[in-house]
Structure formats: structure tokens, C-alpha cells
């Protein structure tokens, strides 16, 4: 799978879901773990009125979550970059009564070192859009480098690590979506435990 973990600097390991056992400790119990057993496992749906989970994902229609109405905020933005959305996110957790967060990024996304794709960006919009070159190359330089990464692990998880630090009350959860199963995996970083019920998860599975 198209992780990119080759020049990863971040200690850390993607966890499977493919049996309850497998959901970390910390979800359990939660709308994390539910997602994660809706979504992998199949888990019957059962019927919400008021969403509890807030989810920061990639704005790739290739991929969609298997989840019961009414069960979360979705925000939708390139490369689960969810700086440009921080009022949405406060809003959800002091008003609509969101208590968990969860972001995923998934392999094969487009913001990977999306600086190199410069030329085509500003092409495009000149040729199907009818901007101005330099108000196209304008736009770009403006806000790519906000959302170009290397890693789509270590980004993901950096976006939670950063969330953390503003709703220290709230569970955030860094997940990550493969293109090939269609299955989520949970990232857990160092000083985090990858063990769970009765089995303990080697790094690369």
C-alpha cells in the first residue's frame, strides 16, 4: 500500500481493525469505536438524532464511510488539512455537542507534494477556469505550501497532535484509509499502547 513511510521522521505504526478485539483501548466504548465497527466490521447500524462525532476527512471521492444517518459531522477539506476550518470544529464541539474527532487521510492522495504539481495547477485554471496566469500562479503560491506533505501517516497524525493541543477535552483520533480494502487503521504513535484484548499488534500489519 502507498503509505509513504519511507522518509517518515515520526515513530509510528498502523493498526488493522478486523476484529473488535483490534479497536484500541481508548476508542472502545466511544463514536471512534463505533466508526471503526460500523465502517470494518459491518456492525449493524443503529439510529441517532444528534451526532456526538466530528470527522475531518480528505475531499477524495474515492473514498466514502460506512456510517448510520445522523451519526456525524463530516467536514470535508484537500488532504484532511483542517486549519482553514477551525470555527467549524469549535463550533461543533461547544455547540452542537460534538465529543470525539476523528481525521483521516487515506494512500494515493493528491496533496502529496502537491508544490511539484505547480504547472499543471496554474495551467488549469487558465485553460478550464479562463484565469490569468498570474493570478493562478498567484493563487497557488498563496496556499499550497499549506497543504503539500510528505507522509500521509505523519501528516494525519500531526493534524490530531495538533487538534490535542486545542481541545485537550475532546478524544481525537488520527485513521487512515486504504484505497486497495477500503478499511480504516488506526495510528498510534510512540508512548501510546498498541495492545489490545488478548493479541498485541506488531507494526506493519
Avoid at 471521492?61 to 477551525?86: C, D, E, K, T
Avoid at 464541539?93 to 504539481?117: Q, S, Y
Avoid at 499550497?144 to 490535542?164: C, K, M, N, P, T
Amino acid at each position: 500500500m502507498g503509505w509513504l513511510r519511507g522518509n517518515s521522521e515520526l515513530d509510528l505504526t498502523l493498526i488493522p481493525v478486523s476484529d473488535e478485539r483490534d479497536i484500541l483501548p481508548e476508542y472502545r466504548g466511544t463514536d471512534v469505536g463505533d466508526l471503526l465497527a460500523y465502517h470494518n466490521l459491518g456492525m449493524a447500524h443503529r439510529k441517532y438524532v444528534d451526532a456526538g462525532l466530528l470527522i475531518g476527512k480528505c475531499m477524495d471521492h474515492r473514498f466514502q464511510l460506512r456510517i448510520p444517518a445522523n451519526f456525524a459531522y463530516v467536514l470535508r477539506s484537500a488532504g484532511a488539512n483542517l486549519s482553514m476550518v477551525n470555527f467549524d470544529i469549535s463550533f461543533a464541539v461547544a455547540v452542537a455537542g460534538v465529543r470525539n474527532i476523528c481525521v483521516i487521510g487515506h494512500d494515493g492522495c493528491r496533496m502529496v507534494d502537491v508544490i511539484a504539481n505547480r504547472e499543471a495547477f496554474v495551467t488549469g485554471l487558465v485553460e478550464k477556469a479562463g484565469w490569468d496566469r498570474t493570478r493562478a500562479e498567484a493563487h497557488f503560491d498563496e496556499h499550497a505550501s499549506g497543504y503539500s506533505f510528505e507522509d500521509v501517516v505523519d501528516h494525519i497524525w500531526l493534524e490530531a497532535q495538533r487538534l490535542r493541543e486545542s481541545y485537550a477535552g475532546i478524544l481525537i483520533a488520527p485513521l487512515v484509509y486504504s484505497l486497495d480494502d477500503h478499511n480504516l487503521r488506526q495510528i498510534v504513535g510512540t508512548g501510546q499502547t498498541a495492545t489490545t484484548t488478548n493479541r498485541v499488534i506488531s507494526p506493519g500489519s
